[in-house]
């Protein structure tokens, strides 16, 4: 089999769990396919991160350029992937070509142009809605990464659950740290947390504000995967008195977050919409206790590894950082489920799902 990976919507480093999922799905796909090829169509900038896996072919466009880049996708990409004599196609940006000569396989991780969080506006929200509609229903096969993304991605596009598979992702190696290592508490909160509505930014610097005004924590706020976000950040936590409590990190490499993710006395995730939740099991495998919401398919990802709390409720939110902060025996407890819980997932095992799923529709030519 000649698979296509279309990964035309990624501008590298900007891609957050999508990026991720993507990244090590590929490489993990290239150690573990036996006779089948793979070649990857980018944007211009190109994929740094697959670099060995399999070769790149790179568009004219910029990724970053939305709109240009989807006409590129949907108008001259069918014609690349024709002349590339691929079996089959995957697209792993929520959207595909809706027109191809191929069979097509969709990665859809979430329906969140439909949802009332998605900060879209109006005329973004009906053309992403019409795009994710489109595309879900052109596929031959759809994948998403949990059981609450399926349903929803069923409910808002009318597809057959049939034709939705659910391959999750998992952790990168680099968070699970070697068993004679060991972990060195940096007193500090960490939480993943960038300006974008759903993931929740105002109720979590509320929460912080009510434990430090009870003076019940001295330890610093820090903030990844701000996305960009950082100024903002830093402003309202300035507006809210944290003064330099509050520290907004930028791009971080995988070392970095992973060292982040160990150091940490707790990790917070206060998100109200995700279609899995990445970090979580990340800030899990480093061995570090996590607060998430109850919200999306974050209970799904978590499993009973994490302390769930109202994601609307900012003074639930600060009860329960206060009561894990304060209980060493109960860090401790968190740890130890949290990284059985990361366990659980294997790049491995997915790569194998995924690629017996293209596998099935390259035999199925329309």
Known sequence: MRLGINATFLAPGKGGGMERYLVNMVKAMAQTAKGDAMIVFGCREGLPGLEGAAPVIKGPI????????????????????????????????????????????????????????????????????????????AADRIVTVSGFSKSRICEHTGVS??????IPGA???I???????????????????????????????????????????????????????????????RRLGLGNKVIALGNTSDGELAGLYRNATLFVYPSLYEGFGLPILEAMASGTP??????????????????????????ELAQAMGR??????????????????????SWENS????????RETAGKRR
């Open 62 to 137: 910029s990724a970053q350029t939305r709109w240009a880049r989807v006409l590129w996708e949907q108008v001259l990409l069918p014609g690349i992937i024709k002349d590339s004599h691929c079996d089959a196609v995957l697209s792993f940006g929520n959207i595909c070509p809706v027109r191809l000569s191929r069979p097509s396989l969709l990665v859809m991780h979430d329906a969140i142009p439909f949802e009332p969080v998605h900060g879209f506006s109006a005329l973004e929200k009906k053309a992403m809605q019409n795009l994710f509609r489109a595309s879900a229903r």
């Open 161 to 166: 659950r049939d034709k939705v598979s659910i």
């Open 171 to 173: 952790c990168d190696p």
């Open 175 to 237: 968070f699970f740290p070697q068993e004679t290592s060991r972990k060195k508490s940096g007193d500090y909160i960490l939480a993943s947390a960038s300006a974008r509505p759903h993931k929740n930014l105002d109720r979590l610097l509320h929460a912080y504000t009510i434990l430090v005004q009870d003076k019940k924590v001295k330890a610093p706020l820090v903030l990844v995967h701000t996305q960009g976000s950082e100024g903002l950040a830093l402003e309202k936590a």
């Open 290 to 315: 996590v607060i998430a919401s109850r919200a999306g398919a974050i209970p799904e990802t978590a499993g009973n590894a994490a302390l769930l709390v109202d994601p609307y409720d900012h003074e």
């Open 324 to 345: 894990v902060l304060k209980d060493p025996i109960t860090q401790k407890e968190m740890a130890e489920r949290g990284k059985e819980r990361a366990r659980e997932f």
């Open 351 to 358: 790569a194998g799902a995924m690629l017996a799923l293209a």
